[in-house]
Structure formats: structure tokens, C-alpha cells
């Protein structure tokens, strides 16, 4: 075995090599959450498209909040689907990111959302959080918290571990 192949084995046995690829990969999810989060607010849905995998499930909160029933949207047309009724429903919103968290395949993010009632008027502020699940740079799966406990517990993850970490959109 040459020197190279040699080098190679031992980079691809490296634990430390695996925990920066992690990161690294982990990294890229959150940088993806927030270039999401940013196309969401301008009302861009072809650019949040380009985030989220063609077989991409959806697990929206907001139909529950308003009394409709749990809904899960599947693929491109699924998420343009959730995203019109969402502005149909919201003719403003702002989402705040108190805390954003990479875990290798995954992004937890908790925040508050600020929006404005379409037909009524009225402003409403709500916790939020989102638990997504990325495979090869894409969003696979996203599910939206109104209790950001919830999303914790989904993520497997003990709330005294978490240390918050304030980042702007």
C-alpha cells in the first residue's frame, strides 16, 4: 500500500476528521435554515424551493393554531401549498431566532413569530420553533413547534444542555 492510500485509511478511520465533517455538515443546515427563513419573510418561494429536497414533508403548525386540522404537505407543490396559505392567512410576519442549533443531520431553531391577521388586522406574537432534518445539503423534513418544548423532545436534546445563541436573519 502506497503512502497516499496509506494516508487516506487513516483519514477515513479519523474521529476527529468525522466530528469536523459534522460540523461542517451541520454548518451548512443552519446557513440553509437562515437562507430559508429570509426567502420565507420576502415572500420568495422559488429560493426556499431550492433549499428543500423534491421529496420534502412539511408538518406545518399554523393550520393546527387556527383550528383546522394537522396537515402534512408533500414535495415542492406541497410546500408552495403551505407557504401561500400561510401568506393568505399572514399579511405580515417576522420571525425572531433566539436559538439556533446544528446537529449533524439536523437544525433545531426557537424563536418568536410576529404576524398580522390578513382579514382582521390583529397583531399576534408566538413562540415558535422548527425542527428540520437535512440529507445532502437539502431539507428533507420540517416540522413547525408552537411550543418550543415540544421541538426540543423531538430533537432529543435536554434544555439545560442547550445554550442559547443569539444570530441575526
Request: proline share 4%.
Amino acid at each position: 500500500m502506497g503512502i497516499v492510500a496509506r494516508f487516506g485509511a487513516i483519514c477515513q478511520r479519523s474521529p476527529k476528521l468525522e466530528r469536523d465533517t459534522a460540523r461542517a455538515m451541520s454548518q451548512e443546515n443552519v446557513d440553509a435554515f437562515k437562507r430559508a427563513m429570509e426567502h420565507l419573510e420576502r415572500r420568495d418561494v422559488e429560493s426556499i424551493l431550492k433549499e428543500l429536497d423534491p421529496a420534502v414533508e412539511w408538518h406545518p403548525a399554523f393550520t393546527a393554531l387556527l383550528g383546522g386540522e394537522t396537515s402534512v404537505y408533500h414535495g415542492h407543490q406541497g410546500a408552495r401549498e403551505v407557504i401561500q396559505q400561510f401568506w393568505e392567512v399572514f399579511s405580515q410576519a417576522h420571525f425572531e431566532v433566539a436559538e439556533i442549533r446544528g446537529m449533524g443531520d439536523q437544525v433545531l431553531a426557537i424563536g418568536t413569530m410576529r404576524v398580522r391577521g390578513a382579514e382582521s388586522g390583529a397583531d399576534v406574537e408566538s413562540p415558535w420553533a422548527y425542527l428540520v432534518r437535512s440529507k445532502q445539503g437539502k431539507a428533507v423534513s420540517i416540522r413547525v413547534y408552537t411550543d418550543p418544548a415540544d421541538a426540543i423532545e423531538a430533537a432529543g436534546i435536554s434544555r439545560r444542555r442547550s445554550r442559547p445563541k443569539q444570530i441575526d436573519l
